[in-house]
């Protein structure tokens, strides 16, 4: 834009003359250019206000950054504890993480030697399994079937005339574990009733492996089913206790015990009374080979003292002279006695 002062304008002194400029007419004439001193106070008068504006601005700013930082540090300290329980529970969750990390680990090893003892386990089941079904085949009159896929381990009956296996048939259920469980006891009754089997047979290893309440209650009702609880050296005598029991169920039918409350209730007295005469009977035998021992030794002891003595009158006898007679048999005889 150009300046007011700068434009060039007819003298009125030599009527145009000449051009001069507005500047160096005013400057003659001895009069102020207001146009020029009017743009310059409006010039200065805009510098001020800009000076202003801009110190203002830069008040506020100043004014907005204390504020700011006031009430960032208030909000901070608002929040401080909230960050310091964060920051503790960020450090709770990695030790947890951690921990659970570790805990993770021992159960994956842990794992693992289950696994080992459980295959462990298995195999000394089947070999159980395997070793019980080939003595069974030997008992006279037994029939035993091949090993089951599912619910048991096989089932037992005895051979009709034909071969054929008879009722009520039993549910055998192996084990050889250090104590039986309630758990297999439920299994077994379960098993027996998914095959319509009136009769289960637990059959442990050891007498051991079975519990108190198993050896009181060797014969027993459960959901049912008729629940025998013996093991591999007590279940021949068992099933012979049972043959009558079970050609009466043949005749009279499966339920004949539930409908002779006496005669079940016998039954489940009869086995630990047997296992205690049983026992018995064993200590006796034990007493009896012990004395038989102590016999035997005796008599040893008795002989060795018989030569010794012998040994020792030979030797404390005297010379015998050739001159003297000798005495008839019966007057030695009779010294002897």
């Not at 896929?149 to 039993?170: M, Q």
């Not at 084990?175 to 047979?201: H, Q």
């Not at 279940?235 to 079970?246: G, H, N, Q």
Request: with cysteine; hydrophobic share 35%.
């Amino acid at each position: 834009m150009r300046s007011p002062s700068s434009e060039k304008i007819e003298c009125p002194l030599c009527c145009g003359a000449g051009e001069l400029s507005r500047a160096e007419i005013l400057d003659r004439l001895g009069v102020k250019d207001f146009a020029r001193v009017a743009q310059l106070s409006a010039e200065e008068a805009f510098r001020l206000l800009t000076q202003k504006h801009c110190h203002e601005e830069q008040s506020a700013w100043s004014r907005f950054e204390t504020e700011l930082a006031k009430r960032t540090a208030e909000i901070r300290e608002s929040h401080k504890d909230a960050l310091r329980l964060a920051t503790s529970e960020r450090e709770n969750l990695s030790r947890r993480v951690e921990d659970c990390l570790r805990e993770l680990a021992q159960l994956r090893e842990k794992n693992h030697l289950l696994e080992g003892e459980m295959s462990k386990v298995a195999r000394v089941g089947k070999r159980e399994e395997m070793d019980f079904a080939e003595e069974a085949r030997t008992w006279a009159g037994v029939w035993i079937s091949d090993k089951l896929p599912r619910n048991g381990d096989f089932i037992l009956a005895y051979r009709a005339t034909n071969g054929e296996p008879t009722e009520p048939k039993i549910l055998i259920d192996n084990k050889d574990k250090s104590a039986v469980a309630e758990g297999d006891i439920d299994k077994l009754v379960r098993d027996a009733r998914e095959r319509s089997i009136p009769v289960a047979a637990l059959v442990a290893r050891d007498e051991n492996q079975l519990r108190q309440v198993d050896r009181d209650s060797r014969w027993s009702r459960r959901d049912g089913v008729w629940l025998l609880r013996t093991t591999r050296q007590w279940i021949v005598r068992d099933l012979d206790l049972l043959k009558p029991i079970f050609e009466r169920m043949r005749v009279q039918g499966c339920d004949l015990l539930d409908r002779n409350a006496v005669l079940a209730e016998e039954l489940r007295r009869t086995f630990p009374e047997i296992d205690r005469i049983e026992k018995e009977l064993g200590k006796a035998a034990k007493a009896i080979q012990s004395v038989s021992a102590l016999v035997v030794r005796y008599k040893e002891r008795l002989r060795e003292l018989c030569d010794s003595s012998a040994f020792r009158g030979l030797a404390n006898a005297p010379e015998r002279d050739d001159s003297m007679p000798i005495a008839p048999k019966y007057q030695l005889e009779g010294n002897g006695r």
